[in-house]
């Protein structure tokens, strides 16, 4: 890509104009203690992790599910919040989606779509699963127990079916990546809907031998 993540930086913000605001998720490991302005990401890949470096960019505080923003919304969508759920309609993303914004999937599929994990919160899923966190508590370093909708996420990936069934997916080539645009409220609305029918659709199968899903599974409380 020319210029690098830098150059892709540029060109999304050129895209959205002065009038945009630019999120990226900047979501790090949680085994030491979260400092926004140093803490590298993990597994975010490398233009989220050039983005929240750049001059600007305001990055969100909790301690494992941080975005990054730069554009007139950035402060609304960088507020703080609660630390459980990390994604749920008061995080980044939930804000995000109550301001009608977009998600962009490029090279990635639904199954990084964190925006799912709204939809997840607010169809009240039944399932959910703790990571330990390391964070500062009043100058005390220790460990919480961070609650939420966490599974290996390929399932996520039926959202393209049912995006597309109903037009509400645009999709093409952004350089050499698979690119996906729809609304966060389209994302959310059709996955609400499909988990009011089904709770665990978005887990795979209890004969899969996946060993996240079969932990969000096993976290309900009427299955055991
Ligand atoms: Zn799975």
Known sequence: MEDGP??????????????GTLVMPT??????VFD?????????????ETFWRQPGVMRSSHPGGSFAAIGPMASFICAPQPLSPPHGP??????????????????VTHSENTTLHVGEA???????????????????????????????????DQMDRWLRERGLQREGKVGNADARLCASRDVVEVAVEKLLIDPLLFLCGGNEGCV??????????SHA
């Open 36 to 48: 926004p302005t140093s803490t590298p990401t993990h597994g975010m890949g490398i233009t989220a």
């Open 27 to 32: 979501m790090t490991d949680g085994a030491s």
């Open 122 to 156: 607010i169809a009240g899923v039944p399932y959910s699963v703790t990571h330990p966190t390391v964070v500062n508590i009043d100058g005390v370093v220790t460990t919480v127990m961070i609650a939420e909708t966490d599974h290996c996420c390929r399932r996520f």
């Open 212 to 221: 996240e899903c079969d932990a969000a599974r096993d976290s309900v409380p």
């Open 90 to 107: 008061d995080s980044p993303p939930g804000r995000v989606h109550e301001l009608g914004g977009q998600v962009l999937l490029l090279g």
């Open 6 to 19: 830098l150059g892709l930086i540029r060109a999304l913000r050129g895209a959205l104009g002065d009038e």
